[in-house]
């Protein structure tokens, strides 16, 4: 795993944007594996700008996300379809929609909904590049702690530690959903690049254990140190002490 402290989200955020911007541009079956959160609000933004100021076909850019909540309908102001149809979609609507895949939280049998979701991940092939972001339990898309290392996308029970981190997102505690339909461990790890991106000081343990600890299920982002090329893209504040102003591979 390469690890680099870019100082700022912005920095980092804008970094990233250009790998996807050159990513879209150079490949002609572009596919990306893209993720929502506190985390991708400046790559999105950056990425928007990059995009409508050079006017980059994306007509061949094929997207999955990473996860939905369950029970939330794509125009729920918090469910991740309008998520990215605010930050990236509108922003630049250039994209061809049958090739924008995100799972769907309202579907009438929510297994099968994951199961065809992982179908069409495998149908698609590997994505070009994979974005992750890292809870503070050191989940990745949202395989809480304990998930297997093997698992496909499917429905997961958020923890606690989750529901309270996302609670700031929502007006009420009430209000903030208990599951997700997630891309699986080792869905993610078929991606041929992962980007994980990380800011602020609460997700410094997660960063440190990530790196740290042998792979265990108790954190998943460890399950990353079995993959060839990853890159983690961190602001001063989640950056471990020993990495401070260095770059380990
Ligand atoms: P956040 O979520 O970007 O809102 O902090 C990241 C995650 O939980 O993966």
Redesign the pocket.
């Known amino acids: 795993m390469k690890v680099i402290n870019m100082g700022t989200k912005a920095q980092a955020s804008f970094y990233v944007a250009c790998e996807l911007y050159k990513e879209m541009a150079f490949n002609a079956k572009c596919n990306l594996g893209l993720?929502?959160?506190?985390?991708?609000t400046d790559l999105y933004q950056q990425l928007s700008q990059l995009l409508n100021d050079n006017h980059l076909n994306v007509n061949h850019v094929t997207t999955f996300n990473l996860d939905e909540y369950i029970g939330l309908a794509k125009d729920h102001n918090q469910s991740y379809h309008y998520y990215m149809n605010k930050v990236l979609f509108e922003n630049y609507p250039h994209f061809n929609e049958e090739q924008i895949f995100i799972p769907n939280g309202v579907a009438q049998n929510e297994q099968q909904e994951a199961n065809h979701y992982e179908q069409l991940l495998k149908q698609n092939g590997p994505r070009d590049i994979q974005i992750?972001?890292?809870?503070?339990n050191g989940?990745?898309?949202?395989n809480e702690p304990g998930t297997a290392f093997d698992s496909q996308t499917g429905i997961v029970n958020l923890t606690e530690s989750?529901i309270e981190?996302?609670s700031r997102?929502f007006d009420q505690p009430d209000d903030v959903p208990r599951q997700a339909i997630s891309m699986g461990l080792s869905s993610i790890l078929q991606a041929k690049r992962i980007i994980l991106l990380?800011?602020?000081a609460?997700?410094k343990q997660a960063i440190s254990n990530m790196l740290k600890l042998d792979p265990t299920t108790d954190v998943p982002a460890t399950i990353l140190q079995t993959h060839p090329n990853v890159e983690i893209y961190l602001d001063t504040e989640a950056t471990p002490d020993h990495l401070l102003n260095k770059t380990v591979k």
Not at 132 to 136: D, K, Q, R, S, T
Not at 139 to 142: A, E, K, L
């Open positions: 993720a929502t959160g506190g985390t991708m992750l972001g890292i809870g503070e989940h990745i898309g949202f989750t981190a996302n997102y990380a800011f602020g609460k997700k």
